[in-house]
C-alpha cells in the first residue's frame, strides 16, 4: 500500500526558502502523478505543483510560478519541492499526495497522501 511522508517544513521569514520532500513507498505503475497541496486553517485544499512520474511533466499553480519547483529522485521514489521567495501568504500545511489519473491540480484524481508537514511564513 502506498505510504507518503512529508518532512522539511519549518519556520522562515518573508523573502527566505525551504525544500520540502515526500519518502514515498509501495508505488506501482498505475501511480502516474505525485503532487504537492496546501491547506490553510478553515480553507479547503488546493494543489500547488504536480509531476508525471514517468514522463517528468510538471504543472504549478498560478500563485507559485517562478518560485517554487517539483521534482523527483526515481531511484528512491523521493517528491521534492523547492520553494523560494517565500510570502506569508504561503503558511500552511503542505501534503503530499499520488494518484493514477491524470496529473494536474484537481484533488479528485489524488488517492493516498501523507501527514503533512507545516510551512509558516512570518514578515
Known amino acids: 500500500q502506498v505510504q507518503l511522508v512529508e518532512s522539511g517544513g519549518g519556520s522562515v521569514q518573508a523573502g527566505g526558502s525551504l525544500r520540502l520532500s515526500c519518502a514515498a513507498s509501495g508505488l506501482t505503475y498505475r501511480t502516474y502523478c505525485m503532487g504537492w497541496f496546501l491547506q490553510a486553517p478553515g480553507k479547503e485544499r488546493e494543489g500547488v505543483a504536480t509531476?508525471?512520474?514517468?514522463?517528468?511533466?510538471?504543472y504549478y499553480a498560478d500563485s507559485v510560478k517562478g518560485r517554487f519547483t517539483i521534482s523527483q529522485h526515481m531511484t528512491n521514489n523521493t517528491l521534492y519541492l523547492q520553494m523560494n521567495s517565500l510570502k506569508p501568504e504561503d503558511t500552511a500545511m503542505y501534503y503530499c499526495?499520488?494518484?493514477?489519473?491524470?496529473?494536474?491540480?484537481?484533488?479528485?484524481?489524488?488517492?493516498?497522501w501523507g501527514q503533512g508537514t507545516q510551512v509558516t511564513v512570518s514578515s
Open positions: 499526495g499520488a494518484g493514477a489519473g491524470a496529473c494536474n491540480l484537481q484533488l479528485r484524481l489524488y488517492s493516498s
Open positions: 509531476i508525471s512520474r514517468f514522463t517528468g511533466s510538471t
